[in-house]
């Protein structure tokens, strides 16, 4: 993780693009996705999502900035959903509390939480995701 300015209000979030060839480049099921650090001041338009976590025994690995990440299924199938309906040519930016806050970091963490309300409520829509249907 790319450390966050802790003098302004700033967050993480993931960057969908659909102009990458293939968001698989790290293997046949490894997405791939750009984060970025950004101040609510200068905040682009971007989405957050609200999820259920699923189990924590059931994960499939990512690519964000090159590196490895392990998430939960129920989020994969969440991101994957999302990539298949990007239109050609689009970007999607999203907040997800999972990946977006380092969750190893307790200080960042914890600031993070503080500022969930006001990252739902700046968000341009937020997204429920249950789960893939059936």
């Not at 046949?28 to 682009?44: A, H």
Request: proline letters at 4%; hydrophobic letters at 40%.
């Amino acid at each position: 993780y790319q450390p966050l300015d802790t003098t302004v209000d700033s967050i993480r979030l993931l960057v969908f693009n659909s102009n990458i060839s293939s968001p698989f480049n790290h293997g046949p099921e490894i997405m791939q996705f750009e984060m970025i650090n950004v101040e609510f001041s200068t905040m682009p338009k971007y989405q957050a999502l609200s999820y259920t976590w699923g189990s924590p025994d059931i994960t499939k690995t990512i690519a964000i900035n090159g590196a490895v990440v392990d998430i939960r299924q129920n989020l994969y199938d969440a991101l994957f959903n999302f990539y298949e309906r990007l239109e050609r040519g689009a970007e999607f930016l999203l907040w997800v509390d999972a990946i977006c806050i380092d969750q190893q970091n307790l200080q960042e963490r914890t600031s993070q939480v503080r500022l969930m309300d006001f990252i739902y409520t700046r968000a341009q829509c937020v997204i429920i995701w249950l789960g893939l249907p059936g």
